[in-house]
């Protein structure tokens, strides 16, 4: 059982873990994808997605709109069509419209009354900008791909982390939805982890690089951990 006494703070992967980045993804992809008359399932889409992600997010750096634009660029690619500049662009103007899950923000506003709380996200700067107000929680740091010049996994990004926020790595506590970018790297640099294992169209692993990993503690959603911090910070 994960000792929750022993951490002082817990740093979030945001996409997906605390936003709703399927449907925000969906919003957007749909109907480029409708608009040149293409099917695919959901499932097959989001693996896609996540190989194409993966492809983009590799060197040199670029900034998570680029990606985003690759990413659309490589479905008409991968699928036979020549997307418009528009739909190009759709998915990264999507971003300001991906909404927390319903239980993101109450968690949250738990966890802070005991804990510090930061983010890591391979995210740009302006783009978590338009997420921020809707989370509603005071984050200490948010380390972002484009300040640190590389994604997750990249230990980088973690280490900038632990930088800024000052505490041992056993004193804090990872929490993501990929295994991949989030519970593996975290945990080579001494970090405990929570995977957030939400309901999906791609169950297990959603618009991610599909790898074996364990993580300290599963849960389904952030109010189950929430409720398992807050039990044991009160015992």
Known sequence: MLDFTRFQAITFDCYGTLVDWETGIFSALRPVLNSHN?????????????????????????????????????????????????????????????????????????????????IISNIDDDLFATTRPKLEAQFDHVVTAQQARSYKPSLNNFRIALQRIGLPPDRMLHVGQSVFHDVIPAQSLGMATVWVNRPSRRPGVGAVKQVAGTPDLEVRDLASLAHAALDAKAS
């Open 38 to 118: 293409q099917s695919i399932s959901d499932s097959a889409a989001l693996e896609l997605y996540g190989e194409l992600e993966a492809s983009a997010e590799t060197e040199p750096f670029r900034t998570y709109r680029e990606v985003l634009s690759e990413v659309v660029r490589g479905f008409g690619e991968r699928l036979g069509f020549t997307p418009s500049t528009a739909e190009v662009h759709s998915l990264a103007d999507s971003v300001a419209n991906w909404m927390p899950f319903p239980d993101t923000v109450s968690a949250l506003k738990q966890l802070q009354s005991r804990y510090r709380l930061s």
